[in-house]
C-alpha cells in the first residue's frame, strides 16, 4: 500500500512569492493535516481537511491557505512568503475523524530567500 | 500550562540500556495516546500506540499509560545507536467545539552512544 506523497521535495523561493505544496494520502484515509517544522522546532499544525472541508486551522496568518480536492488530496498555499515560512512542511493522513494515528508524508523542505 | 509536556534533552545512554522517555498531558479526557520517531531531517514515523492503562509491548518498545497521573512513557530495551531520534508524544485531546484532535509534545532528542 502507497503511503502519504508529498510533492515537491524542495522549494525554493523569494520574498513574496506564493508557494504551492501538494500531498496525497494514503488510499482510504479522508483527513489531511499540514504541519510547519521549522529547523530545530517542533510541529506545529497548520491546517486539517476532511471530507473537503477544512475544520481546524492552527495559529497562522491568514496567508496559508488551502483545499481538499474530492479524491482527498491536498493542497497548501503559502502567499506573501517571508524569510520565516522557511521550513519542513509535512502532511500527515488518517482515516475519517480526528485523533486516530497520523501517518505523514516525506515533507516539502521550503526555502525563501 | 502546554497541554503536552516532553522533556527536550538531550537524553543520553549507552547502548544497550534502557531509555525512558516521558510525556504528561493536560486533558483528562484524552483517549489515546502515540510516540512517533523522528530522525533528524527526516518526517515523524508512528512507533506506537496506546489506549489503556497499564503497559503495551511490541518489540524492544514498551508504553505505559497511566491515565489517573496524566502520564504516558517510552521504554526502549537494549538501545542501539540507530535509536538515537527525537521521540514525540502525540495525544487525543478535544478542541473548543467537542472535537477530538491530535496534540503534539516538542518532541524528546535520544542519543544512544556506542
Known amino acids: 500500500e502507497a503511503g502519504v506523497t508529498q510533492s515537491p521535495t524542495h522549494l525554493i523561493k523569494t520574498r513574496g512569492q506564493q508557494a504551492t505544496l501538494r500531498c496525497s494520502p494514503i488510499s482510504g484515509h479522508t483527513s489531511v493535516y499540514w504541519y510547519q517544522q521549522a529547523l530545530g522546532l517542533g510541529l506545529q499544525f497548520l491546517l486539517w481537511?476532511?471530507?473537503?472541508?477544512?475544520?481546524n486551522r492552527g495559529n497562522f496568518p491568514p496567508r496559508f491557505s488551502g483545499r481538499q480536492f474530492p479524491n482527498y488530496s491536498s493542497e497548501l498555499n503559502v502567499n506573501a512568503l517571508e524569510l520565516e515560512d522557511s521550513a519542513l512542511y509535512l502532511c500527515?493522513?488518517?482515516?475519517?475523524?480526528?485523533?486516530?494515528?497520523?501517518?505523514f508524508g516525506p515533507g516539502t523542505r521550503l526555502t525563501v530567500l | 500550562q502546554k497541554e503536552v509536556e516532553q522533556n527536550s534533552g538531550p537524553l543520553s545512554v549507552p547502548e544497550g540500556a534502557i531509555a525512558s522517555l516521558n510525556c504528561t498531558y493536560s486533558?483528562?479526557?484524552?483517549?489515546?495516546f502515540f510516540w512517533y520517531r523522528q530522525y533528524s531531517g527526516k518526517s515523524p514515523e508512528l512507533i506506537m500506540f496506546i489506549y489503556s492503562n497499564g503497559d503495551k509491548e511490541d518489540g524492544r518498545f514498551t508504553a505505559q499509560l497511566n491515565k489517573a497521573s496524566q502520564y504516558v512513557s517510552l521504554l526502549i530495551r537494549d538501545s542501539q545507536p540507530s535509536d538515537s531520534a527525537t521521540y514525540l508524544c502525540?495525544?487525543?485531546?478535544?478542541?473548543?467545539?467537542?472535537?477530538?484532535?491530535?496534540?503534539w509534545g516538542l518532541g524528546t532528542s535520544l542519543a544512544v552512544n556506542p
Open positions: 481537511y476532511d471530507e473537503g472541508e477544512e475544520r
Open positions: 500527515a493522513s488518517s482515516p475519517r475523524w480526528a485523533g486516530v494515528e497520523q501517518f
Open positions: 486533558d483528562r479526557g484524552s483517549q489515546s
Open positions: 502525540a495525544v487525543n485531546t478535544r478542541n473548543a467545539g467537542n472535537n477530538r484532535k491530535l496534540i
